[in-house]
Each structure stands twice: as C-alpha cells, then as structure tokens.
Nanobody, 119 residues
Framework: QVQLVESGGGLVQSGGSLRLSCAAS????????MGWFRQALGKEREFVAA????????FYRDPVKGRFTISRDNAKNTVDLQMNSLKPEDTAIYYC????????????WGQGTQVTVSS
C-alpha cells in the first residue's frame, strides 16, 4: 500500500507559479506510474499529468501543455508538478495519484491540496 501526501498548494495571482509536491510512503514508487488529477468545485475530477515509472515519458491534458511539468525522484519517493502561467480555470483541488503501469486505473490517491488562482 502507498500513502501519498500532497503539499505546495495555495493562493496565487493569475500568471503566477506554484510547485506541488507529493511524498510517498509505505513502499517504493519506482515501479508505479504517477500522476496528478484535479477537481474544481462542481465539476468532475479530471486528469492533469502523468509520468512513467522511469520518468522517460510524460503526458498532459491539452489545456496545461507547455505550462505544467511533472517530474519524479524515485530515490526520494517524490513526484512534483511545476505549474507556470496559472489561470483562474486552474483553480481546483489537486490530487497525487499512483498506479500499476499495465493497468488503466489509478489505485493510490492522496487527500488533495487546494490551488486557487485569482484573476
């Protein structure tokens, strides 16, 4: 079992930056795909970004491409999401997630961290 704890959320002005961090415990995440989802108030949870176990490939939803960067440090058991040029529509609770590479689902979820972007 993996426990995921997010940090780094907060309030930022439009155009600003935030860096979210996810600390994993319980087992190594080096063999897991890792990612970030988000859920805005009144909306469904949506995929944001993902990274393969080795970090050699990354994936992003179209609206965040070029602005967000996902990275991982398997030695530290951490995953980060660098968010630049933030927009009010990026406001949401952001969740760190993990899962088995060969399975479509995400089995491990953090509690989430709030990101609020003011206009």
């Amino acid at each position: 079992q993996v426990q995921l704890v997010e940090s780094g959320g907060g309030l930022v002005q439009s155009g600003g930056s935030l860096r979210l961090s996810c600390a994993a415990s319980g087992r190594t995440i080096s063999d897991l795909k890792m990612g970030w989802f988000r859920q805005a108030l009144g909306k469904e949870r949506e995929f944001v970004a993902a990274i393969t176990p080795s970090g050699d490939r990354t994936f992003y939803r179209d609206p965040v491409k070029g602005r967000f960067t996902i990275s991982r440090d398997n030695a530290k058991n951490t995953v980060d999401l660098q968010m630049n040029s933030l927009k009010p529509e990026d406001t949401a609770i952001y969740y760190c997630v993990g899962g088995v590479l060969t399975v479509a689902s995400w089995d491990f979820w953090g509690q989430g961290t709030q990101v609020t972007v003011s206009s």
